[in-house]
């Protein structure tokens, strides 16, 4: 048997052992009545499926753009983005130091 299907096994028995382990939870009391008051309901089995339209709300648009330009101003204004600019020269440089190299 492979190793990775001795861990599986290994993995599956153990897992077996915690869920033989662990206490099985009763439903609160009156659960079943209530669930069946629910489908005995008038109209409970005639429910319709709503569809969400696919593209947000205008306002909600706006929101999310406002909420994304915050972030990209606050970004820019706390010196993150001259690191990340510090970190793509550094990879330039150390790109063209191996170009260099293996000439």
Known sequence: MSDKLREDELLNR???RLLDDMPV???SE???NRIMKRIAMPG?????LVVQPSSPAPNRRWRNGAIALAATVLFIQSGLIH???RIQDG??????YIQQITR
Do not use: S
């Not at 409970?44 to 319709?48: F, M, R, V």
């Not at 990879?91 to 063209?96: C, E, F, G, K, N």
């Open 25 to 27: 939870m009763e439903p």
């Open 30 to 32: 009156g659960l079943t």
């Open 14 to 16: 153990y897992l077996n």
């Open 44 to 48: 409970a089995g005639n429910a319709t």
């Open 91 to 96: 990879v330039t440089q150390l790109a063209d």
């Open 83 to 85: 690191y990340v600019l």
